[in-house]
């Protein structure tokens, strides 16, 4: 079973960075194509980023674009997400999500805070 765990998240005034972390475990990493998505308390879970399982291909919501970089690393299990010129309105729950070549099955980790204030 695939397991995801985030880390990274916290607290910063806007204009700051963070970069989030998520490291995959339960099968083959490379296999897989890695998301970031984000909540905030009563609105539906949106997306934020994707990366391919080769990391050829990236992409990003319209809100989060030129401000936000997805990245991965094969050899460390891991997919990261750098986040620049935090707005307050980027304040959520981020979660790593993980899907398989041809499936529409989503794993997904437990989140992490993020708190941009202005």
């Known amino acids: 079973q695939v397991q995801l765990v985030e880390s990274g998240g916290g607290s910063v005034q806007a204009g700051g960075s963070l970069r989030l972390s998520c490291v995959f475990s339960?099968?083959?990493?490379?296999?897989?194509?890695m998301g970031w998505y984000r909540q905030v308390e009563g609105k539906e879970r949106e997306f934020v980023a994707r990366?391919?399982?080769?990391?050829?291909?990236?992409f990003y919501a319209e809100s989060v674009k030129g401000r936000f970089t997805i990245s991965r690393d094969n050899s460390k299990n891991s997919v990261y997400l750098q986040m620049n010129s935090l707005k307050p309105e980027d304040t959520a729950i981020y979660y790593c999500?993980?899907?398989?070549?041809?499936?529409?099955?989503?794993?997904w980790g437990q989140g992490t805070q993020v708190t941009v204030s202005s």
């Open positions: 999500a993980a899907r398989s070549a041809g499936s529409d099955n989503y794993f």
């Open positions: 339960g099968r083959i990493f490379d296999s897989y194509g």
């Open positions: 990366i391919t399982a080769t990391g050829s291909g990236r």
